[in-house]
């Protein structure tokens, strides 16, 4: 099978917290099932180029600006004129990205989230602007769909979204992104004794991932037992963040950003991973905390079942839980293997296998 991939986020060059996805995917469906891809990706400057990796020739075109306002629009441009000219040579194209051009192969349509599922949070935060901007960028979506034969989406709760849009007609499945459990595991054995906590926070600092909610819950938990938190990333919302916790008197490390590859470390040192999100389409990082075996908590909008949830943006629930949790050894402990359990369900090995059998049904 011959399929052209057109990868928004293809490494080095990462958005967000499923943009490794689609790198995985084609470097693994190439070299254990055979499939011939040719990849269209992003590269931040002006030109297009091409380049050979492990087998897979790669078109390098522009994704221009800071932010997806502009990456989004640029890279589609490139991409859907370089399409229009290679598809003949492919069984299908594969996209993370919309395409203008006329298509005349069966597309398959991979999101890793919507912008109408971001419109929605960011209505409910009341923040109209970046409401408007989301809801304008849904027409982005509106156009893979309407191309599309196949769509894959990473959980349930993202159906409601698909349908909204136009999608209720095309064939849809869902499978979520997987985990590296070679990177991603225990460094040793899991003891949670220490008489400090460490509460850990990894992702983007983003209005959107709740992060007030943690800091607030905090306030209160550390007037009961010892504990510290720790937030790993990058964002707009990082000085309000700092802000914020000087003004609460809270004991909070910045580390900033973390290289993927020493996130173990991270994961493994912390005694509780939390994910505040008040949008989540899947929630990697969580994944990635628990193939660690760290005990981990998420709000009832990300999809990972079998963990403890709180309802998103609820400070007396999060703080709570925590409350529940932090101060039993017991609890963490057996946390932390429910939560590796879990995770060892989502290897990618497994994912793009289901992946590539749903490509076989539009070959």
């Known amino acids: 099978m011959k399929v052209l991939a057109v990868i928004k986020e293809y490494p080095p060059y990462i958005w967000g917290g499923g943009g490794e996805a689609g790198g995985r995917i084609i470097n693994y469906a190439s070299s254990q099932y055979g499939i011939e891809f040719t990849v269209i990706a992003n590269q931040p400057k002006l030109s297009i180029s091409k380049e050979v990796e492990n087998n897979i020739t790669i078109y390098r075109v522009p994704a221009l600006g800071s932010s997806f306002l502009t990456k989004l629009p640029s890279f589609s441009l490139y991409a859907s004129i370089l399409t229009s000219k290679l598809q003949k040579h492919f069984d299908l194209i594969y996209a993370t990205s919309p395409l203008y051009c006329k298509i005349k192969r069966p597309l398959i ?86 008489q400090e906590k460490k509460i850990l926070y990894v992702g983007r600092l983003d209005l959107r991932k709740g992060i007030d909610t943690l800091f607030y819950a905090f306030q209160k938990i550390i007037k009961k037992i010892k504990a ?119 290897s990618w090995e497994k994912i793009i296998f289901k992946i590539i059998e749903f490509f076989k049904k539009f070959k």
């Open 109 to 194: 349509i991979h999101f890793q989230g919507t912008r109408y599922g971001e419109y929605l949070a960011c209505k409910k935060l009341k923040k109209t602007v970046y409401a408007f901007l989301n809801r304008i960028y849904v027409l982005f979506d509106k156009i893979m769909l309407k191309k599309a034969e196949g769509i894959i989406i990473l959980s349930q709760n993202m159906v409601e979204e698909i349908n909204a849009i136009g999608g209720a007609k095309k064939e849809i499945t869902v499978i979520p992104n997987g985990v590296d459990k070679n990177l991603f595991k225990p460094l040793g054995p899991r003891n949670f004794n220490s």
């Open 228 to 346: 510290k938190l720790v937030i790993v990333g990058e964002g707009k919302e990082k000085s309000k963040l700092i802000s914020l916790a000087k003004s609460l008197s809270l004991p909070v490390d910045f580390w900033g950003k973390v290289e993927h590859k020493n996130l173990p470390q991270v994961y493994n040192q912390a005694d509780l991973f939390v994910l505040t999100s008040l949008y989540e389409p899947f929630g990697m990082v969580a994944l990635e905390a628990m193939a660690c075996g760290t005990p981990t908590v998420i709000s009832d909008t990300v999809p990972i079942e079998g963990i403890p949830r709180f309802s998103a943006g609820n400070v007396d629930e999060l703080s709570n839980l925590l409350l529940e949790i932090l101060p039993s050894q017991d609890k963490l402990q057996k946390l932390s293997q429910t939560c590796f359990e879990i995770a060892q369900k989502y």
